[in-house]
């Protein structure tokens, strides 16, 4: 999945604003709104408040482009990746001597 850019829409976005907009016109309920969201009712007020002071920009999901709260710090994992690449050079260095080994039968 690729990451949009600030001012794109995921489809996921541009149908929550299409239903959003419905209830906005009064052609849909905020409870069946909620449910074809798969959303509590609670939520959908708040995404109904949020669309009407922001607009379609309101409805974007707020977290985009920011590192996630699980994140490992980058010194960790360029250590960890630093480790698999010397794991994998040594064992495929070594791979054609082991087979050739075992298929010659001398294991």
Known sequence: MTTAQPGMFTLKEINRTKILQDVIDRNLRPGQAAEMLGITPRHCSRLISRYRQSGPLGVTNRSRGRPGNRRL???????????????????????????????????
Do not use: A, C, D, Y
């Not at 710090?73 to 495929?92: A, G, N, Y």
């Open 73 to 107: 710090p980058e010194t960790i994992t360029e250590r960890v990746l630093h480790i698999i690449r010397e794991t994998i050079s040594i064992s495929v260095q070594h791979w054609p001597e082991k087979n050739l080994k075992k298929s010659m039968g001398l294991f």
